[in-house]
């Protein structure tokens, strides 16, 4: 029989995909059944997604960075399996989020990821569960819900101060990305969150679909057929795309109709990065020299407001007067308060605290904000008499910081300005942070909240200087000023400084790891309030309710089959008969 070039192309291409495909669907199979192999490709599967936040900032890897971790769950034969390749995927990501961590904390940063990575655990469970097999249209749409209210419920969880904060929510890493930011003024950093797993959702029940589809053989449809019925294998795909579809109205409809921040003016405000200053007897005394120095070059620059890092001063100004004198002489040259952090013990209580103090012509204003959420084994150590021995592997804190009890907005003496850059005659309210204290959105949304026209962070992140962490921290301001329309400044002591407007865009040039220099700009101010500030965390109340909703829902049925077991007659198996047709008699 003679065959055309297309006939032989495709006899050769099946013989090959008969030969090859089957020896790599079981290697990959001997693989994933081996325990070691398949919890290093948990691990790897569950680092991808750190590539997408700074310094890398792969933004857009994020809408895909899950699929892997999820396939491989999804694969798992039993619902324990998935569940423990849910904890070394949640390990793999806490690693490599915080992998600038291991120079400090060395292998205790193993110890807490291992211990987050347990967060994750539940989740993989419900990746085998609704991603299992090949998924109906029904099973495939919970998917697209479940999936996400599942992870911003891990989110929520390992958000809490006493385990490390909200460092790294998968939300953050969109922070360069307008459309998202916009998002991000409706449901905050959650609602970003859960659209890119969302996505990763749908990309995954299309490799699904797609998968089926190829090894599944062809027919050929009769010739007289009138319709032919969907194949149950593109059936996954079909939610997905409406998934998809959703995600990118919900983005088009905030960017819309979601409010906006009104132009109330501007303030010009100074931004003081002394750079490193080797550690020693006399680090605090050289940094704060050349604070001084660089503040002195912003005489005459006309600036509202100059913003210091933190653990700017080392001294207690009430224990130092001279100390405070020499900031307040700095105010009146520079014609502009000075908000400074003081990292010291305190003279009219004890601990050590870390406070932003607003210092003017005259000396402090009064105006105080003790930091309240403390960076654990960073500034305390939890549960000092049990984990106290993590200062003897690395450079945990060996006396706990103290905390403050609430958040200060504070009246600086500069005027905000109006379009004609002239003062307007009110006061700058400014709400400050300290260090992580940016990567809570309920802090900032309070001091909104509260009347804070400029929110600024002040951060020191010299232990980890050449690492991602600069760069990620600084990202967070973006986030914060698009969830509460409000502009944010992130002042630092070594890079990375920035300032990002109340929409979230950069404002000006960042001051990079290894700049020493003072910076001025003119910051944009608005009015009104977002959907965020006004909603706060709706995001994850609604994901609250569809875990709730599927816990009853999986209860009812549990409970209907056991019942159903219960009332079902009991069946009995007919009895043996002889040869010669007579019942069997036991015993006899």
Not at 67 to 92: E, I, K, N, Q, Y
Request: charged share 20%; aromatic share 8%; hydrophobic share 45%.
């Amino acid at each position: 029989m003679d065959l055309s070039g297309d006939d032989r192309w495709e006899r050769h291409g099946r013989q090959d995909g008969q030969r090859n495909g089957p020896w790599s669907r079981q290697r990959a199979a001997r693989l994933l059944a081996s325990r070691w192999w398949r919890g290093g490709i948990a691990v790897t599967a569950g680092a991808l997604p750190a590539l997408a936040f700074p310094a890398p900032s792969l933004w857009w890897f994020a809408y895909v960075a899950l699929v892997p971790w999820m396939l491989l769950a999804r694969s798992a034969p039993t619902a324990r399996r998935a569940a423990l390749d849910g904890w070394l995927g949640g390990l793999g990501f806490m690693v490599a989020v915080h992998h600038w961590l291991l120079p400090s904390l060395h292998v205790f940063t193993l110890v807490i990821a291992a211990l987050l990575g347990l967060l994750w655990a539940p989740w993989g469970w419900l990746v085998r569960r609704f991603l299992g097999g090949v998924p109906q249209a029904g099973r495939a749409t919970a998917a697209l819900v479940v999936l996400p209210s599942g992870w911003l419920m891990v989110e929520l969880v390992r958000s809490w101060e006493g385990l490390g904060g909200p460092w790294g929510l998968l939300g953050s890493s969109q922070w360069q990305v307008t459309p998202a930011l916009r998002l991000v003024s409706v449901g905050g950093v959650w609602l970003v969150s859960a659209f890119v797993v969302v996505v990763n959702t749908a990309v995954a029940l299309l490799a699904l679909a797609a998968a089926a589809r190829a090894t599944t053989p062809r027919t050929t449809p009769p010739t007289d057929a009138v319709s032919t019925p969907p194949s149950p294998h593109a059936l996954p795909a079909l939610p997905a795309l409406a998934g998809i579809l959703a995600v990118a109205t919900a983005g088009a409809a905030a960017w819309a109709w979601a409010p906006r921040p009104e132009p109330a003016g501007h303030a010009r405000v100074a931004v003081v990065q002394p750079g490193v200053i080797e550690d020693g007897t006399a680090s605090a005394d050289k940094r704060l020299a050349r604070e001084e120095a660089l503040t002195r070059t912003l005489a005459g620059r006309d600036v509202d407001l100059v913003v210091w890092g933190e653990s700017s001063v080392g001294f207690d100004l009430a224990d130092r007067p001279d100390v405070a004198r020499r900031i307040a002489a700095l105010s009146r040259e520079v014609g502009a308060d000075i908000l400074v952090n003081v990292d010291a013990r305190r003279s009219d209580r004890p601990g050590i605290f870390k406070s932003s103090v607003l210092v003017g012509p005259a000396g402090p204003t009064g105006d105080r904000y003790d930091k309240m959420r403390l960076v654990p084994f960073g500034e305390y150590i939890p549960a000092r008499s049990l984990l106290g021995w993590a200062t003897s592997v690395g450079k945990a804190a060996g006396e706990d910081r103290r905390r403050g009890d609430h958040q200060v907005v504070m009246n600086t003496a500069g005027n905000t300005r109006g379009e004609n850059g002239r003062g307007t005659g009110h006061d700058l309210r400014i709400g400050p942070l300290v260090c992580f204290e940016s990567a809570f959105p309920d802090m900032s949304r309070r001091l909104t909240q509260d009347g804070a026209q400029l929110l600024l962070a002040q951060s020191a992140t010299s232990s980890f200087q050449h690492s991602w962490a600069p760069r990620q921290h600084a990202s967070l301001a973006a986030v914060r000023a698009a969830e509460t329309g409000r502009p944010m400044v992130h002042a630092t002591l070594t890079g990375v400084s920035a300032v990002h407007g109340p929409d979230g865009a950069r404002i000006g040039n960042t001051l990079g790891t290894s700049a020493s220099a003072a910076a001025v700009y003119d910051v944009p101010l608005a009015t009104g309030e977002t959907a965020y500030v006004k909603w706060g965390d709706w995001p994850v109340y609604a994901a609250v309710l569809v875990l709730v909703a599927l816990g009853l829902t999986e209860g009812l049925r549990s409970y209907r089959r056991t019942a159903l077991r219960r009332t079902a007659p009991e069946q009995h198996a007919p009895r043996a008969r002889t040869a010669h047709e007579s019942p069997v008699r036991p015993g006899r």
